[in-house]
């Protein structure tokens, strides 16, 4: 299906003359093309470029990994997050993985394995970093959030749960703590309601202290029980 919203008038400027153009989009799945029809006095002329392989067209997409949105309720693995371009589906402050890369995935986040070989998570986690994920909620209504992690350090990290840019949880103090760094533990956090359908969820860490590590392993969504 081809659609055509209404044109725009923009005026530009061209030796010293004001000259008006109408842009026109055709959306067509992935395809956008952007025709410029310039309006000179002696006649028209259309110039219709493509912009389906542009570099920016590219860097501005996000996917659900594995190509299948998460599903909730459900278990939900940290080292799953939407594929995309730094800014888009996630944000890392560092610009390379702290620790050895991983063959999992291919990201700047930083992807570790338990030494023995049975838990893939997020580590080495700054403030103000965060990870998307795709998201399918089967039904709307209140879910009992639990996180799987590992914390050591005397003052407490903390994030944040936002689904669709608007914030469900409230900053969440991880209180727990544990004596290794890949000894992982369960920790409840809020109930947080949800919209049935397709959405974006976002773990913002916003707060992580001088001195306290937290390695995150999963979350899960549970359906409130009345």
């Known amino acids: 299906m081809k659609l055509e919203p209404?044109?725009?008038?923009?005026?530009?400027?061209?030796?010293?003359?004001?000259?008006?153009?109408?842009?026109?989009?055709a959306r067509?799945?992935?395809?956008v093309r952007l025709s410029l029809t310039l309006m000179l006095g002696l006649g028209l002329s259309t110039v219709a470029p493509s912009l389906l392989n542009s570099q920016e067209s590219k860097s501005d997409r996000m996917t659900p990994f594995g190509s299948k949105p998460q599903v909730i309720p459900g278990t939900i693995e940290f080292?799953?997050?939407?594929?995309?371009?730094?800014?888009?589906?996630f944000h890392e402050i560092e610009a390379a993985n702290d620790p050895t890369p991983i063959a999992y995935r291919k990201t700047t986040v930083d992807l570790e394995v338990t030494p023995d070989k049975k838990v893939i998570l997020i580590g080495h986690i700054k403030e103000g970093e965060w990870m998307n994920f795709t998201v399918d909620v089967a039904k709307s209504?209140?879910?009992e959030l639990?996180?799987?992690?590992?914390?050591?350090?005397?003052?407490?990290p903390e994030i944040r749960i936002e689904v669709d840019?608007?914030?469900v949880s409230g900053p969440i103090p991880i209180t727990t703590t544990t004596s290794k760094w890949y000894q992982f533990t369960r920790f409840a956090?809020?109930?947080v309601k949800l919209e049935d359908g397709r959405h974006v969820l976002r773990v913002i860490i916003v707060k992580s202290p001088k001195g306290t590590s937290l390695?995150?392993?999963?979350?899960r969504f549970l359906t409130k029980q009345k």
Not at 147 to 153: K, M, T
């Open 215 to 219: 390695n995150l392993d999963h979350m």
């Open 146 to 156: 639990d996180l799987s992690v590992a914390v050591q350090g005397n003052e407490p």
């Open 79 to 89: 080292e799953n997050f939407d594929e995309g371009a730094e800014g888009v589906a």
């Open 189 to 191: 956090g809020p109930t």
């Open 6 to 25: 209404a044109a725009t008038r923009v005026e530009l400027p061209l030796s010293g003359q004001s000259q008006k153009a109408i842009p026109r989009i």
């Open 28 to 31: 067509d799945h992935n395809l």
């Open 165 to 167: 840019c608007i914030d």
């Open 141 to 143: 209504g209140a879910y």
